[in-house]
C-alpha cells in the first residue's frame, strides 16, 4: 500500500518560528507523554548486550543479545519471553517489512542483511558486503539501513541491489550515522549521529531516492565538547522523535524542538528505544544486559501503520 509522503519546508519552519504564540499552544512537553506515577520496570535481563528492539503489528517486543545472544528473542503481550529465531549471531537493528518478515543488520564477521521468516523458520540473505548498523523497512519494501563506519545510508529498492544513498563528508552530514526512523507518513527519513550533535532528516521520494538533507534535530550533549552519542530512535503517532543518547532518552517534536529528557532506567546506555505492548503505549528500552518498559499517554507509530494495513 503506497502511503502519501510529504515534507515540512525549511521555510515552513521558519515562518512557524516568528510565531510564538502559536508555537506556545503547540508545545509538547514530557508531561504529554509520561504518566504520573510510572517508572521503567524490567521485563527481562540476564543477557548481556541488549539491542535492535522492533514491535510487530499486536504491540509484541522483540530483540536481539548483540554480543553474546544467537537468537532473536519475543517478549509478548502476556510478558513471556521466547525464542523465535536461532542462529543469529550479531544482530543489531531490526524492522518487520510489509512482507512479515524481520529484516536484520548482522554484523561483524558477516556483514550482511538479513530476513527471518519466523512462521517458516527460515533466514535469507538480503545483502553482503555491507557494514550495518541499524535498519528500516518502508510499508512499500525499501530497506535503509545505517553504515556508521562508512558515514553512508544505504538503501536496498525492492529486489534491488544496495546503493549509497547518502554519504556524509567532512563539512557536512553525519559522520558517524547510528539509529534511523522513519515519520508516520513515510515522507521523511531520520538519523541519529552517534559521533556529532544532531539528528539528520531527508525528504523520500516516492521511488525511494532521499533528498534535502539538513540537520534537523539538535541533541544535548553531556558537555560542549562531547558527541551526543545519538543511537537508537523511535517515534510516535503524532511524530515525536526519540533518540537514545549520553545524557539519557530524548524526546522532540515534530518540528524538532526538544520537549524533555528521559532519565535513563540504569547506569548502562540505553542503545535502542521502540513502542511496544497493548496498544504500542509501552516505551521500551535496551540498556546494557536489560529490557524496561513504561507506559505512556501516547502510542507508537506502529499503531498508525497497523491501522492502514
Known amino acids: 500500500m503506497n502511503c502519501v509522503r510529504n515534507w515540512l519546508p525549511v521555510i515552513l519552519i521558519s515562518s512557524l518560528l516568528a510565531m510564538p504564540q502559536f508555537l506556545a499552544a503547540q508545545d509538547m512537553p514530557l508531561t504529554q507523554v509520561l504518566i504520573e506515577g510510572e517508572d521503567w520496570q524490567s521485563v527481562s535481563k540476564g543477557h548481556r548486550f541488549t539491542d535492535g528492539l522492533t514491535t510487530d503489528a499486536d504491540g509484541n517486543l522483540y530483540f536481539a543479545d548483540v554480543a553474546a545472544g544467537t537468537t532473536i528473542n519475543r517478549i509478548g503481550l502476556d510478558g513471556k519471553l521466547t525464542a523465535v529465531a536461532d542462529n543469529a549471531p550479531r544482530i543489531s537493528g531490526m524492522h518487520f517489512g510489509p512482507d512479515g518478515r524481520i529484516y536484520a543488520c ?119 565538547a562531547l558527541p551526543s552519542k545519538g543511537d537508537g530512535m523511535t517515534m510516535d503517532a503524532v511524530g515525536r522523535y526519540y533518540v537514545t543518547s549520553a545524557v539519557g532518552l530524548q524526546m522532540f517534536d515534530p518540528t524538532g524542538r526538544m520537549g524533555g529528557v528521559i532519565a535513563a532506567p540504569t547506569r548502562q546506555p540505553i542503545v535502542s528505544v521502540a513502542f511496544a505492548g497493548p496498544g504500542h503505549q509501552y516505551l521500551y528500552v535496551a540498556a546494557g544486559d536489560e529490557i524496561f518498559r513504561r507506559k505512556t499517554k501516547t502510542s507508537g507509530v506502529e499503531a498508525v501503520r497497523s491501522k492502514r494495513k
Do not use: C
Request: hydrophobic residues 40%; charged residues 20%.
Open 106 to 224: 548482522q554484523g561483524g564477521s558477516f556483514g550482511r542483511i538479513v530476513a527471518f521468516d519466523l512462521e517458516a523458520g527460515k533466514m535469507e540473505v538480503v545483502a553482503e558486503n555491507v557494514k550495518p548498523n541499524d535498519l528500516v523497512v518502508t510499508s512499500d519494501g525499501h530497506i535503509y539501513f545505517t553504515e556508521t563506519g562508512k558515514m553512508q545510508v544505504s538503501h536496498i529498492a525492492p529486489g534491488g541491489a544496495v546503493q549509497a544513498a547518502d554519504v556524509a563528508s567532512k563539512a557536512a552530514g553525519a559522520q558517524r550515522p547510528n539509529g534511523i526512523a522513519l515519520t508516520p507518513d513515510e515522507g521523511t527519513l531520520a538519523v541519529s549521529d552517534y559521533g556529532g550533535r544532531h539528528t539528520w532528516v531527508w525528504r523520500l521520494g516516492k521511488d525511494g531516492s532521499l533528498d534535502l538533507r539538513q540537520p534537523y534535530i539538535t541533541l544535548r550533549t553531556p558537555a560542549p
